[in-house]
């Protein structure tokens, strides 16, 4: 047991045999998977009551496309412009209407209003866990509004903002170190039940003996586990976790994204 907890707590183990494990590169992926977009009003009493929809499209995300979606409007059909981008499991949004660099085209939302995507289509997998990157995101976004569930995830920018220079003491939207020279873009980063699944499906072929093959995924008490002779392995909250059934101990084996970032690098070593 001791030493099967040094493996999943250090991923630089880990990452040791993913070279030789295909079955761990099928991470799951928006890649040709329909979602429909939404630029929606929420209730102030209540984010998850809709009080009107501004904007709405449906697309076939696309790892070939740069932009999914181009000016895609918000609140203002002119001046508040989105560019939408889906990659493998990440969804860009980069608010585009500041490059023109004049006093209509920039936004702040002091009400609950943003982004919703749903797969209305039914033709992805359970979203399992939703991490934000807000490194180059507007003034004031708060990462910590975001909602999801297994089949949508809502991007609130209530409280945030982006302005050009000259707006007195409101922050200014520039920031040369940003890679758009603006800070105006939020990040995404998804885990779907296919990409739990790829984890699962890679330790039952490094360490078979521990968790012998093809066991089914399934939702145990809030986690997404799959059940061995001595184990279970899962994730809960973007961790992954192993669950001891003789001792009854819980292995907190970190967070799932280090894992999973490495992967595609793996499959492109491997071609």
């Known amino acids: 047991m001791n030493s099967l907890i040094k493996k999943l707590t250090v991923p630089s183990l880990l990452l040791t045999s993913l070279v030789v494990s295909p079955l761990a590169l099928a991470q799951g992926s928006f890649d040709g998977k329909d979602v429909n977009v939404k630029f929606e009003i929420w209730s102030p009493e209540d984010v998850t009551e809709v009080l009107a929809v501004r904007n709405e499209q449906d697309?076939?995300?696309?790892?070939?496309?740069?932009?999914?979606i181009a000016g895609f409007h918000g609140v203002n059909e002119e001046t508040q412009l989105w560019d939408v981008s889906f990659h493998e499991r990440e969804i860009k949004m980069v608010f585009t209407s500041i490059y023109f660099q004049d006093m209509d085209h920039q936004y702040m939302h002091v009400d609950p209003v943003g982004f919703s995507f749903s797969d209305t289509a039914d033709n992805m997998s359970d979203i399992l866990h939703v991490s934000?990157?807000?490194?180059f995101a507007p003034s004031f976004y708060n990462k910590d509004l975001v909602r999801f569930d297994a089949n949508n995830i809502n991007i609130s920018l209530q409280g945030s903002m982006c302005h050009i220079a000259g707006m007195g003491s409101m922050p200014m939207c520039d920031n040369p170190e940003s890679p758009t020279r603006y800070n105006n873009t939020i990040k995404v980063r998804v885990v779907f039940a296919e990409t739990a699944d790829a984890l699962f499906d890679w330790a039952e072929t490094e360490y078979s003996d521990l968790f012998p093959g093809n066991s089914e995924s399934f939702y145990l008490l809030g986690y997404y586990v799959r059940e061995y002779p001595g184990f279970f392995l899962g994730t809960k909250g973007g961790k992954v976790y192993l669950y001891d059934k003789e001792t009854a101990a819980?292995?907190?084996?970190?967070?799932?994204?280090?894992?999973?970032?490495?992967?595609?690098?793996m499959q492109t070593m491997m071609e």
């Open 250 to 265: 819980i292995v907190d084996a970190g967070d799932i994204e280090p894992w999973l970032d490495k992967l595609p690098m």
């Open 59 to 68: 697309v076939t995300a696309s790892d070939m496309e740069h932009i999914d």
């Open 132 to 135: 934000v990157e807000d490194q």
